[in-house]
């Protein structure tokens, strides 16, 4: 008995100084610059674009990453084909690679000289350094995310409510529609919140395939670099801001869950 | 009706192997077999969740091999009910309904109009599982495909159920597959049984058939026979005659001479505690009681005779007219005809 209480002194204790270590520096962000970060917002209007700017990009981001991902991890959590297990692990590369590196590789594939470049460019589309270039590195680095959690969503629906759908009448599509979706629905919202804070995030493979227009976690780096740590100070602390809003809905999201399940 | 022709097909490792029985239209199948026999995969490939990778289905006289689930007119019900759980019990019930008015009707037979306001999720499995059937019945299907359907609700409630789905299966001439692990449940509603084990059909046909005539010893013992001795047949002044050991059983009927196994079921077995008075019974055996086991409405009596063990079963108040103890002499009694050769 003695000896398991010990156990649990022991785990609480560096369960406490990990959650500290997380949370420490946020808090101590937001003390400083918060306020400050928030009178910002009526004065600073790069801040506000800026901000504007990363949450449209993050939004159009994740709805592309559902708009694919969500077909990708229906495919992946409901049929065995050959290559699945290479698919699980090309998705998971660009959460492997670090994030500058995804911007190197993305600004090789979609830059001027490259083939596609060349070509979005002849269609009047230019990726490099507009909104676009932000739209595809934040898909890069997100929607793995998206799939993963929309693939477990889609597996906790169990098949053979499915498969009672489908004896009472309905098509594979219907059945989809009627069960399977509003059963996965959860799952699916999570995973699209967690897409866009990861979104609203990234910093290493924008920063190389669109340094302008700024993303707030770029306008951030460029106070810092270009005006010290007092004017970097309230940008980052209004990012902090914009990151808690996804984090706070996914969790009233779980409670919700919790309740249902109750 | 149900055909199924050399029916095959694969879950992971396990797979039904060239499985083959008939249920007559309106008439009503059981299965039977062990946990893991593939009693659930089997309704599954004739419900269409589940492709056959071989033979032939033909259900209500079409060839259903390549149908679509949604096509083959099935209600199919799960041990577990499976009910759709963002929906309401009422939304549960309508959901392939065609008809408003009979859905309810048929939710009223099975008492599930009283819970149509729950959650689904607040339901017992009991509750569950009436639900589960009266969704399966509120569109009428042409055939119904139950899986242990009633083994969450208490046995008064059981009952009931089981006389609603009968009744309905009647009135609709419904043919009906009902997949169980009660040997009581298949021999009371079955018109046919289906003996299924590790994919493949042991035995199928009318269950008192299949009850009295098993093809082989682990069908008897699966059927719950209790006397089941290896041996041979030898013609003795004409007669035949089964010895296993020290054991010499008089058989009926043309039995030819050979090896094979013996079955008595316990039920033919008559018990005495003085020896009887001739009689037309053949076989009269006397032994040492070595064990007295009281199995549901029944006690079991086991005797020890020439190196074998019988058993015989007998109700509850004839064990308590004959009060017999372990080590009493009990006379066991049966007629030629109650042994089973295989």
């Known amino acids: 008995m003695r000896r398991s209480n010990a156990i649990g002194v022991g785990a609480a204790a560096a369960s406490s100084l990990l959650l500290l270590f997380l949370v420490l520096p946020v808090v101590r962000l937001v003390a400083a610059a918060g306020p400050q970060g928030a009178a910002r917002l009526w004065s600073d209007a790069e801040l506000r674009q800026s901000l504007a700017l990363t949450a449209l990009t993050a939004t159009a981001a994740t709805l592309l990453a559902a708009l694919g991902g969500a077909p990708l991890a229906w495919l992946l959590a409901r049929r065995a084909f050959r290559g699945r297990a290479l698919v699980a692990a090309v998705l998971d590369l660009p959460l492997l690679i670090p994030h500058p590196v995804a911007g190197i590789a993305l600004l090789l594939l979609l830059g001027r000289g490259s083939a596609i470049g060349s070509s979005l460019l002849s269609l009047g589309l230019r990726i490099v350094g507009t909104p676009l270039g932000i739209i595809a590195a934040m898909l890069f680095v997100s929607a793995p995310l998206f799939v993963s959690g929309a693939r477990e969503a889609f597996a906790r629906v169990d098949v053979r409510l499915e498969g009672v759908a489908r004896t009472l009448g309905d098509s594979p599509w219907r059945a989809f529609r009627r069960v399977t979706l509003p059963l996965a629905a959860r799952g699916l919202i999570a995973s699209g919140v967690v897409t866009w804070a990861r979104a609203v995030s990234e910093f290493g493979a924008i920063v190389i395939l669109a340094y302008n227009p700024k993303v707030v976690s770029v306008l951030a780096y460029d106070r810092f670099t270009g005006f010290g740590l007092s004017e970097a100070l309230p940008v980052a602390a209004a990012l902090v801001v914009l990151s808690l809003i996804p984090l706070t809905a996914l969790r009233a999201l779980r409670m919700g869950d919790e309740r249902a399940v109750a | ?342």
Request: neutral net charge; charged residues 20%; glycine residues 10%.
């Open chain 2, 1 to 342: 009706m149900i055909s199924a022709a050399a029916l095959r097909a694969r879950v992971g490792a396990f797979s039904l192997e060239d499985v083959s029985f008939d249920v007559p239209g309106g008439a009503y199948g059981v299965v039977i077999g062990p946990t893991g026999s593939g009693k659930t995969t089997l309704l599954e490939v004739i419900s269409g969740l589940l492709p056959q990778t071989g033979g032939l289905l033909t259900l209500n006289g079409r060839d259903a091999t390549r149908e679509a689930a949604d096509a083959r007119g099935i209600g199919l019900v799960y041990q577990l009910g499976f009910l759709f759980p963002h929906l309401s019990v009422e939304q549960n019930v309508m959901y392939g309904a065609t008809d408003a008015a009979l859905a309810n009707t048929i939710a009223r037979r099975f008492g599930v109009d009283a819970l149509y306001a729950r959650s689904v999720r607040s339901l017992s499995g009991g509750e569950r599982q009436l639900v589960a059937l009266a969704r399966a019945l509120a569109r009428r299907p042409g055939l119904l495909l139950l899986d242990e359907p009633f083994s969450a609700l208490d046995p008064p409630r059981r009952a009931a159920a089981r006389r609603e789905v009968r009744a309905i299966h009647r009135e609709w001439g419904l043919t009906t597959l009902h997949v169980t692990h009660d040997f009581a449940e298949a021999g009371s509603l079955g018109d046919v049984a289906v003996l299924l084990d590790a994919g493949r059909v042991l035995q199928s046909g009318e269950p008192a058939d299949v009850f009295r005539h098993p093809k082989t010893p682990y069908v008897a013992e699966f059927l719950g026979a209790e006397n089941i001795f290896a041996g041979g047949v030898t013609i003795e002044d004409g007669a035949a005659v089964f010895h296993s050991g020290r054991l010499a059983i008089h058989v009926a009927g043309a039995a030819t001479a050979g090896p094979c196994h013996a079955i008595i079921r316990a039920e033919e077995i008559l018990i005495a505690r003085t020896s009887p008075a001739p009689s037309s019974a053949r076989n009269q055996f006397e032994g040492a009681v070595t064990e007295i086991a009281s199995v549901g409405p029944l006690w079991r009596v086991t005797i020890e005779v020439n190196g074998a063990t019988l058993v015989a079963a007998l109700t509850t108040y004839s064990a308590n007219e004959l009060a017999l103890r372990i080590g009493d002499t009990a006379f066991f009694t049966f007629k030629a005809t109650a042994v089973h050769l295989c």
